[in-house]
Protein backbone atom coordinates (compact mmCIF):
# COMPACT_ATOMS: atom_id res chain seq x y z
CA UNK A 1 0.00 0.00 0.00
CA UNK A 2 1.07 3.60 -0.91
CA UNK A 3 2.27 5.85 1.58
CA UNK A 4 0.31 8.61 2.51
CA UNK A 5 1.25 11.87 0.38
CA UNK A 6 0.78 15.38 0.78
CA UNK A 7 1.69 17.41 -2.01
CA UNK A 8 2.10 21.49 -1.35
CA UNK A 9 2.31 23.40 -5.38
CA UNK A 10 2.66 26.94 -5.53
CA UNK A 11 2.58 29.09 -8.42
CA UNK A 12 5.29 28.25 -11.61
CA UNK A 13 6.09 28.56 -15.06
CA UNK A 14 6.62 25.55 -17.12
CA UNK A 15 9.71 25.11 -19.14
CA UNK A 16 11.80 22.39 -19.89
CA UNK A 17 11.42 18.74 -21.70
CA UNK A 18 10.39 15.78 -20.47
CA UNK A 19 9.12 12.56 -21.84
CA UNK A 20 5.48 11.04 -21.58
CA UNK A 21 4.44 8.44 -19.41
CA UNK A 22 4.07 4.54 -20.81
CA UNK A 23 0.23 3.72 -21.48
CA UNK A 24 -1.27 1.72 -18.88
CA UNK A 25 -3.99 1.19 -21.54
CA UNK A 26 -1.74 -0.75 -23.95
CA UNK A 27 0.34 -2.24 -21.44
CA UNK A 28 -3.06 -4.29 -19.61
CA UNK A 29 -3.67 -5.24 -23.38
CA UNK A 30 -0.17 -6.19 -24.28
CA UNK A 31 -0.26 -8.76 -21.17
CA UNK A 32 -3.58 -10.10 -21.75
CA UNK A 33 -2.63 -10.72 -25.36
CA UNK A 34 0.52 -12.09 -24.31
CA UNK A 35 -1.40 -14.55 -21.63
CA UNK A 36 -3.02 -16.02 -24.67
CA UNK A 37 -0.43 -16.11 -26.57
CA UNK A 38 1.15 -19.68 -27.33
CA UNK A 39 4.35 -19.07 -27.80
CA UNK A 40 7.03 -15.92 -26.39
CA UNK A 41 6.18 -12.38 -25.90
CA UNK A 42 8.74 -9.85 -25.66
CA UNK A 43 7.09 -6.05 -24.49
CA UNK A 44 8.91 -3.20 -24.28
CA UNK A 45 8.32 -0.36 -22.39
CA UNK A 46 5.45 -1.69 -20.07
CA UNK A 47 4.38 0.60 -17.64
CA UNK A 48 5.13 0.80 -14.27
CA UNK A 49 1.50 1.81 -12.18
CA UNK A 50 -0.02 0.29 -9.73
CA UNK A 51 -2.73 -0.73 -12.47
CA UNK A 52 0.13 -2.46 -14.92
CA UNK A 53 1.36 -4.11 -11.87
CA UNK A 54 -2.16 -5.32 -11.08
CA UNK A 55 -2.12 -6.70 -14.81
CA UNK A 56 0.85 -8.59 -14.35
CA UNK A 57 -0.39 -10.72 -10.95
CA UNK A 58 -3.17 -11.34 -12.97
CA UNK A 59 -1.50 -13.39 -15.94
CA UNK A 60 0.85 -14.84 -13.57
CA UNK A 61 -2.32 -16.41 -11.62
CA UNK A 62 -3.95 -17.60 -14.96
CA UNK A 63 -0.52 -19.15 -15.80
CA UNK A 64 1.98 -17.16 -17.81
CA UNK A 65 5.74 -17.46 -17.12
CA UNK A 66 6.66 -13.75 -16.89
CA UNK A 67 10.57 -12.86 -16.39
CA UNK A 68 11.88 -9.09 -16.31
CA UNK A 69 15.37 -8.10 -18.32
CA UNK A 70 17.89 -5.89 -16.43
CA UNK A 71 16.89 -3.44 -19.34
CA UNK A 72 13.28 -4.01 -18.23
CA UNK A 73 12.13 -5.43 -20.97
CA UNK A 74 9.45 -8.08 -19.88
CA UNK A 75 9.29 -11.42 -21.18
CA UNK A 76 5.96 -13.80 -21.44
CA UNK A 77 5.22 -16.84 -22.05
CA UNK A 78 1.29 -17.43 -22.35
CA UNK A 79 -0.01 -20.65 -20.99
CA UNK A 80 -4.36 -21.28 -21.17
CA UNK A 81 -3.41 -22.94 -17.74
CA UNK A 82 -4.48 -21.44 -14.31
CA UNK A 83 -2.46 -21.54 -11.81
CA UNK A 84 -4.71 -20.01 -8.98
CA UNK A 85 -8.14 -20.02 -8.67
CA UNK A 86 -8.13 -16.55 -7.45
CA UNK A 87 -6.87 -13.11 -8.99
CA UNK A 88 -7.06 -9.30 -7.88
CA UNK A 89 -7.60 -6.54 -10.06
CA UNK A 90 -6.36 -4.23 -7.42
CA UNK A 91 -8.26 -0.61 -8.12
CA UNK A 92 -8.25 -1.55 -12.08
CA UNK A 93 -11.26 -0.98 -13.59
CA UNK A 94 -9.72 -2.38 -17.39
CA UNK A 95 -8.26 -4.97 -15.46
CA UNK A 96 -11.41 -6.29 -13.72
CA UNK A 97 -13.17 -5.78 -17.19
CA UNK A 98 -10.63 -7.05 -19.48
CA UNK A 99 -9.56 -10.08 -17.63
CA UNK A 100 -12.66 -11.51 -16.31
CA UNK A 101 -14.24 -12.92 -19.45
CA UNK A 102 -10.32 -14.18 -20.17
CA UNK A 103 -10.41 -16.04 -16.71
CA UNK A 104 -14.06 -17.51 -17.82
CA UNK A 105 -12.14 -19.18 -21.10
CA UNK A 106 -11.44 -21.72 -17.90
CA UNK A 107 -13.68 -24.74 -16.44
CA UNK A 108 -12.47 -24.02 -12.96
CA UNK A 109 -14.49 -21.49 -10.80
CA UNK A 110 -12.27 -17.80 -10.60
CA UNK A 111 -12.75 -15.32 -8.04
CA UNK A 112 -12.26 -11.70 -9.17
CA UNK A 113 -11.39 -9.86 -5.88
CA UNK A 114 -10.47 -5.79 -6.32
CA UNK A 115 -9.85 -2.65 -3.80
CA UNK A 116 -10.41 0.28 -2.75
CA UNK A 117 -12.96 2.33 -5.09
CA UNK A 118 -13.49 -0.94 -7.71
CA UNK A 119 -15.40 -2.92 -5.07
CA UNK A 120 -18.49 0.06 -5.39
CA UNK A 121 -18.12 -0.34 -9.17
CA UNK A 122 -21.24 -2.02 -10.87
CA UNK A 123 -20.46 -5.38 -12.64
CA UNK A 124 -24.03 -6.53 -13.08
CA UNK A 125 -23.26 -6.84 -17.13
CA UNK A 126 -21.07 -9.62 -15.66
CA UNK A 127 -24.52 -11.68 -14.85
CA UNK A 128 -26.14 -10.24 -17.91
CA UNK A 129 -23.96 -11.66 -20.87
CA UNK A 130 -21.53 -13.51 -19.42
CA UNK A 131 -24.53 -16.46 -19.08
CA UNK A 132 -25.43 -16.35 -22.68
CA UNK A 133 -21.65 -17.81 -23.64
CA UNK A 134 -22.29 -20.53 -21.28
CA UNK A 135 -20.49 -19.13 -18.33
CA UNK A 136 -21.70 -19.59 -14.66
CA UNK A 137 -21.36 -15.99 -12.50
CA UNK A 138 -22.16 -15.07 -9.14
CA UNK A 139 -21.90 -11.70 -7.91
CA UNK A 140 -22.59 -9.62 -4.89
CA UNK A 141 -25.84 -7.84 -5.87
CA UNK A 142 -24.39 -6.69 -9.05
CA UNK A 143 -21.01 -5.95 -7.40
CA UNK A 144 -17.44 -7.65 -6.48
CA UNK A 145 -16.28 -10.36 -6.13
CA UNK A 146 -17.53 -11.85 -9.31
CA UNK A 147 -16.90 -15.72 -9.49
CA UNK A 148 -17.09 -16.98 -12.87
CA UNK A 149 -16.85 -20.36 -14.37
CA UNK A 150 -16.38 -21.53 -17.89
CA UNK A 151 -15.67 -22.15 -20.59
CA UNK A 152 -16.95 -19.19 -22.67
CA UNK A 153 -18.14 -20.57 -25.61
CA UNK A 154 -17.24 -19.02 -28.86
CA UNK A 155 -20.89 -18.46 -30.09
CA UNK A 156 -22.48 -15.33 -32.01
CA UNK A 157 -24.00 -12.45 -29.20
CA UNK A 158 -25.53 -9.11 -28.89
CA UNK A 159 -24.14 -6.79 -26.33
CA UNK A 160 -25.47 -3.49 -24.90
CA UNK A 161 -22.25 -1.60 -25.84
CA UNK A 162 -23.18 1.24 -23.26
CA UNK A 163 -22.41 -1.00 -20.57
CA UNK A 164 -18.35 -0.80 -20.74
CA UNK A 165 -16.24 -0.19 -23.75
CA UNK A 166 -13.61 -2.01 -21.44
CA UNK A 167 -15.95 -5.17 -21.10
CA UNK A 168 -16.11 -5.57 -25.21
CA UNK A 169 -12.22 -5.13 -24.81
CA UNK A 170 -12.08 -8.22 -22.45
CA UNK A 171 -15.20 -10.02 -25.00
CA UNK A 172 -13.02 -9.26 -27.97
CA UNK A 173 -9.92 -10.87 -26.94
CA UNK A 174 -11.59 -13.74 -25.25
CA UNK A 175 -13.73 -15.07 -28.11
CA UNK A 176 -10.73 -14.74 -30.53
CA UNK A 177 -8.70 -16.36 -28.39
CA UNK A 178 -10.76 -19.54 -29.17
CA UNK A 179 -12.92 -18.75 -32.52
CA UNK A 180 -12.92 -22.03 -34.37
CA UNK A 181 -15.21 -20.49 -37.07
CA UNK A 182 -16.05 -17.22 -37.95
CA UNK A 183 -18.15 -15.72 -35.23
CA UNK A 184 -19.87 -11.88 -35.05
CA UNK A 185 -20.46 -9.76 -31.95
CA UNK A 186 -23.02 -7.39 -32.10
CA UNK A 187 -22.67 -4.11 -30.15
CA UNK A 188 -25.50 -1.35 -29.75
CA UNK A 189 -24.56 2.22 -28.32
CA UNK A 190 -20.60 1.44 -28.32
CA UNK A 191 -19.13 4.12 -25.74
CA UNK A 192 -15.10 5.13 -25.95
CA UNK A 193 -15.26 3.98 -29.89
CA UNK A 194 -11.16 5.16 -29.56
CA UNK A 195 -10.51 2.59 -26.99
CA UNK A 196 -12.21 -0.54 -29.31
CA UNK A 197 -9.68 0.78 -31.88
CA UNK A 198 -7.21 0.73 -29.61
CA UNK A 199 -7.80 -3.05 -28.81
CA UNK A 200 -8.28 -3.66 -32.74
CA UNK A 201 -5.24 -2.23 -33.07
CA UNK A 202 -3.49 -4.25 -31.02
CA UNK A 203 -5.29 -7.98 -31.88
CA UNK A 204 -4.04 -7.55 -35.53
CA UNK A 205 -0.42 -6.97 -34.17
CA UNK A 206 -0.89 -10.57 -32.06
CA UNK A 207 -1.84 -12.09 -35.33
CA UNK A 208 -5.74 -12.06 -34.50
CA UNK A 209 -8.37 -11.22 -37.70
CA UNK A 210 -10.87 -8.97 -36.33
CA UNK A 211 -12.63 -6.02 -38.16
CA UNK A 212 -15.61 -4.10 -37.98
CA UNK A 213 -18.52 -2.09 -39.33
CA UNK A 214 -19.41 0.68 -38.12
CA UNK A 215 -18.13 -0.17 -34.43
CA UNK A 216 -21.82 -1.83 -34.42
CA UNK A 217 -20.50 -5.46 -35.61
CA UNK A 218 -17.53 -7.29 -35.14
CA UNK A 219 -16.68 -9.95 -37.48
CA UNK A 220 -13.96 -12.45 -35.69
CA UNK A 221 -12.14 -15.33 -37.85
CA UNK A 222 -10.25 -17.71 -36.66
CA UNK A 223 -6.43 -17.44 -36.04
CA UNK A 224 -3.44 -19.90 -37.16
CA UNK A 225 -1.86 -20.98 -34.15
CA UNK A 226 1.42 -19.80 -34.36
CA UNK A 227 4.55 -19.84 -31.73
CA UNK A 228 6.95 -17.45 -33.12
CA UNK A 229 7.75 -14.90 -30.84
CA UNK A 230 6.08 -11.54 -31.03
CA UNK A 231 7.81 -7.78 -29.79
CA UNK A 232 5.95 -5.38 -28.68
CA UNK A 233 6.94 -2.39 -27.78
CA UNK A 234 4.63 -0.11 -25.50
CA UNK A 235 3.73 3.38 -26.59
CA UNK A 236 3.40 6.55 -24.93
CA UNK A 237 0.11 7.57 -23.15
CA UNK A 238 -1.77 10.01 -23.71
CA UNK A 239 -3.71 10.18 -20.58
CA UNK A 240 -1.30 11.12 -18.55
CA UNK A 241 0.91 13.21 -21.20
CA UNK A 242 -2.67 15.64 -21.41
CA UNK A 243 -1.86 16.91 -18.31
CA UNK A 244 1.65 17.69 -18.72
CA UNK A 245 0.08 19.63 -22.21
CA UNK A 246 -2.35 21.53 -20.22
CA UNK A 247 0.24 22.92 -17.46
CA UNK A 248 2.75 24.33 -20.64
CA UNK A 249 -0.61 25.66 -22.63
CA UNK A 250 -1.81 27.59 -19.50
CA UNK A 251 1.78 28.45 -17.60
CA UNK A 252 4.64 28.55 -19.81
CA UNK A 253 5.90 26.35 -22.35
CA UNK A 254 7.13 22.63 -22.83
CA UNK A 255 8.35 19.92 -25.18
CA UNK A 256 7.10 16.67 -24.24
CA UNK A 257 8.53 13.82 -26.05
CA UNK A 258 7.29 10.30 -26.93
CA UNK A 259 4.00 11.06 -27.98
CA UNK A 260 2.67 9.27 -30.78
CA UNK A 261 0.57 11.27 -33.48
CA UNK A 262 -1.03 8.62 -35.48
CA UNK A 263 -1.73 6.43 -32.07
CA UNK A 264 -4.97 4.99 -31.57
CA UNK A 265 -5.94 6.08 -27.95
CA UNK A 266 -8.51 8.23 -27.46
CA UNK A 267 -7.23 10.98 -24.92
CA UNK A 268 -5.04 12.34 -27.88
CA UNK A 269 -8.15 14.39 -28.62
CA UNK A 270 -6.44 16.38 -25.80
CA UNK A 271 -4.67 18.19 -29.13
CA UNK A 272 -7.63 19.24 -30.70
CA UNK A 273 -8.95 20.68 -27.65
CA UNK A 274 -5.30 22.87 -26.93
CA UNK A 275 -5.55 24.10 -30.78
CA UNK A 276 -9.09 25.51 -30.53
CA UNK A 277 -8.45 27.47 -27.33
CA UNK A 278 -5.43 29.52 -29.36
CA UNK A 279 -2.52 27.23 -27.28
CA UNK A 280 0.53 27.67 -29.89
CA UNK A 281 1.29 23.66 -30.92
CA UNK A 282 4.20 22.44 -32.63
CA UNK A 283 4.11 18.74 -33.73
CA UNK A 284 7.06 16.89 -35.29
CA UNK A 285 8.38 13.25 -35.05
CA UNK A 286 10.48 14.42 -32.07
CA UNK A 287 8.09 15.41 -29.85
CA UNK A 288 5.43 18.26 -29.06
CA UNK A 289 6.26 21.81 -28.63
CA UNK A 290 3.37 23.53 -26.67
CA UNK A 291 3.63 27.29 -25.82
CA UNK A 292 1.14 29.44 -23.44
CA UNK A 293 -1.11 32.13 -25.27
CA UNK A 294 -4.14 33.91 -24.63
CA UNK A 295 -7.25 31.07 -24.58
CA UNK A 296 -10.06 31.36 -24.78
CA UNK A 297 -13.45 29.12 -23.63
CA UNK A 298 -14.12 26.02 -25.97
CA UNK A 299 -16.79 23.07 -26.51
CA UNK A 300 -16.14 19.49 -26.31
CA UNK A 301 -17.78 16.66 -25.84
CA UNK A 302 -15.95 14.17 -24.39
CA UNK A 303 -18.19 11.43 -24.48
CA UNK A 304 -15.90 8.80 -25.76
CA UNK A 305 -12.66 9.99 -23.93
CA UNK A 306 -14.22 10.63 -19.97
CA UNK A 307 -10.79 10.31 -18.96
CA UNK A 308 -9.80 14.15 -20.19
CA UNK A 309 -12.50 15.38 -18.22
CA UNK A 310 -10.29 16.42 -15.27
CA UNK A 311 -7.37 18.18 -17.41
CA UNK A 312 -9.87 19.60 -19.50
CA UNK A 313 -11.19 21.14 -16.19
CA UNK A 314 -7.75 22.57 -15.47
CA UNK A 315 -7.28 24.14 -19.05
CA UNK A 316 -11.07 25.74 -19.14
CA UNK A 317 -10.30 27.01 -15.73
CA UNK A 318 -8.10 29.91 -16.91
CA UNK A 319 -9.69 29.94 -20.56
CA UNK A 320 -11.79 33.35 -21.34
CA UNK A 321 -15.32 32.61 -21.12
CA UNK A 322 -17.19 29.74 -20.25
CA UNK A 323 -16.22 26.67 -21.25
CA UNK A 324 -18.55 23.61 -21.93
CA UNK A 325 -17.65 19.27 -21.54
CA UNK A 326 -20.31 16.86 -22.43
CA UNK A 327 -20.49 13.32 -21.67
CA UNK A 328 -20.95 13.81 -17.17
CA UNK A 329 -22.81 10.79 -17.17
CA UNK A 330 -19.45 8.90 -17.70
CA UNK A 331 -18.31 10.46 -14.77
CA UNK A 332 -19.96 8.58 -12.18
CA UNK A 333 -18.14 5.48 -11.63
CA UNK A 334 -14.21 6.35 -11.74
CA UNK A 335 -12.59 6.52 -8.94
CA UNK A 336 -14.11 9.32 -7.35
CA UNK A 337 -17.59 10.29 -8.90
CA UNK A 338 -15.67 12.60 -10.73
CA UNK A 339 -18.23 15.35 -11.90
CA UNK A 340 -19.08 16.31 -8.40
CA UNK A 341 -15.45 15.69 -7.50
CA UNK A 342 -14.39 18.38 -9.96
CA UNK A 343 -17.01 20.67 -8.89
CA UNK A 344 -16.14 20.18 -5.22
CA UNK A 345 -11.91 20.64 -5.22
CA UNK A 346 -11.67 23.13 -7.79
CA UNK A 347 -14.79 25.04 -5.79
CA UNK A 348 -12.46 25.11 -3.06
CA UNK A 349 -9.97 26.76 -5.31
CA UNK A 350 -12.93 30.01 -6.60
CA UNK A 351 -13.37 27.92 -10.14
CA UNK A 352 -17.14 27.94 -10.55
CA UNK A 353 -18.51 24.48 -12.20
CA UNK A 354 -21.96 24.01 -12.57
CA UNK A 355 -23.66 20.74 -14.14
CA UNK A 356 -27.08 20.55 -16.04
CA UNK A 357 -28.07 17.52 -17.57
CA UNK A 358 -25.01 16.06 -19.68
CA UNK A 359 -23.19 19.34 -19.68
CA UNK A 360 -20.38 20.96 -17.50
CA UNK A 361 -20.00 24.62 -17.18
CA UNK A 362 -16.30 26.10 -15.92
CA UNK A 363 -16.16 29.52 -15.99
CA UNK A 364 -12.33 30.93 -16.72
CA UNK A 365 -10.60 33.08 -14.99
CA UNK A 366 -6.83 34.38 -14.97
CA UNK A 367 -5.87 32.82 -11.39
CA UNK A 368 -7.18 30.58 -8.80
CA UNK A 369 -7.08 30.69 -5.13
CA UNK A 370 -4.96 28.49 -2.59
CA UNK A 371 -6.30 26.57 -0.86
CA UNK A 372 -6.22 22.90 0.67
CA UNK A 373 -7.92 20.31 -1.65
CA UNK A 374 -8.04 16.19 -1.48
CA UNK A 375 -7.57 13.97 -4.49
CA UNK A 376 -10.41 11.33 -3.25
CA UNK A 377 -8.63 9.10 -3.85
CA UNK A 378 -8.70 9.45 -7.81
CA UNK A 379 -5.27 9.86 -9.56
CA UNK A 380 -6.81 12.18 -12.41
CA UNK A 381 -7.87 14.66 -9.93
CA UNK A 382 -5.02 14.82 -8.04
CA UNK A 383 -2.80 16.08 -10.95
CA UNK A 384 -5.69 17.87 -12.52
CA UNK A 385 -5.62 20.33 -9.08
CA UNK A 386 -1.45 20.23 -9.68
CA UNK A 387 -1.61 21.38 -12.99
CA UNK A 388 -3.73 24.31 -11.83
CA UNK A 389 -1.67 24.89 -9.24
CA UNK A 390 0.90 26.71 -11.51
CA UNK A 391 -1.47 29.36 -11.57
CA UNK A 392 -2.54 29.73 -8.24
CA UNK A 393 -2.50 32.80 -5.70
CA UNK A 394 -0.69 31.45 -2.54
CA UNK A 395 -0.29 27.08 -2.30
CA UNK A 396 -2.64 24.54 -3.27
CA UNK A 397 -2.12 21.71 -0.80
CA UNK A 398 -3.50 18.09 -2.17
CA UNK A 399 -4.48 15.88 -0.11
CA UNK A 400 -3.59 12.01 -0.71
CA UNK A 401 -1.79 12.95 -3.63
CA UNK A 402 -0.31 9.19 -3.45
CA UNK A 403 -3.53 8.56 -5.69
CA UNK A 404 -1.06 9.08 -8.67
CA UNK A 405 0.05 5.69 -8.16
CA UNK A 406 -2.61 4.31 -10.26
CA UNK A 407 -1.00 5.16 -13.48
CA UNK A 408 0.86 7.75 -13.35
CA UNK A 409 3.88 7.45 -10.65
CA UNK A 410 5.92 9.76 -11.90
CA UNK A 411 4.24 12.46 -12.31
CA UNK A 412 5.18 15.20 -9.85
CA UNK A 413 8.90 13.77 -10.68
CA UNK A 414 7.86 15.28 -14.73
CA UNK A 415 6.20 18.27 -13.35
CA UNK A 416 9.42 19.21 -11.86
CA UNK A 417 11.08 18.47 -14.72
CA UNK A 418 9.31 21.24 -16.91
CA UNK A 419 9.40 23.67 -13.43
CA UNK A 420 6.64 22.48 -11.35
CA UNK A 421 7.42 23.84 -7.87
CA UNK A 422 5.94 21.31 -5.27
CA UNK A 423 7.20 20.09 -1.46
CA UNK A 424 6.30 16.42 -1.23
CA UNK A 425 5.20 15.13 2.52
CA UNK A 426 4.95 11.81 3.12
CA UNK A 427 2.98 10.43 6.37
Known amino acids: MSKKMTVRVRAFKTKGTVCAPHSKSVTQRAYALALLHVGETLIKGAGESHDDIAAMSIIKKLGAEVSIAENGSINITGSKKITSRKINAGESGLSLRMFTPIAALSSDAITITGKGSLRTRPV ?39 LSSQFITGLLISLASVAKEPLTLTVSDLKSKPYIELTLDMLSRFGYNVSTHNYETFQILPKAESTEKIDFEVEADWSGAAFLLVAAAISGKAFIKGLRVDSFQADKAIIDVLKS ?133 DFFKDLKKIGGKLKIKNK
Open 124 to 162: HFFDVILPQLAVETQTDNGHLPIIVRGPLQPINITVDGS
Open 277 to 409: VGAEISVSPKGIKIKRADLNAFNFDATDCPDLFPPLVALASFCNGKSTIKGVHRLKHKESDRGQTLQEEFGKLGVQITMHGDEMYIVGQPYINGGKVHSHNDHRIAMALAVSASRSIGNVVIGDAQAINKSYP
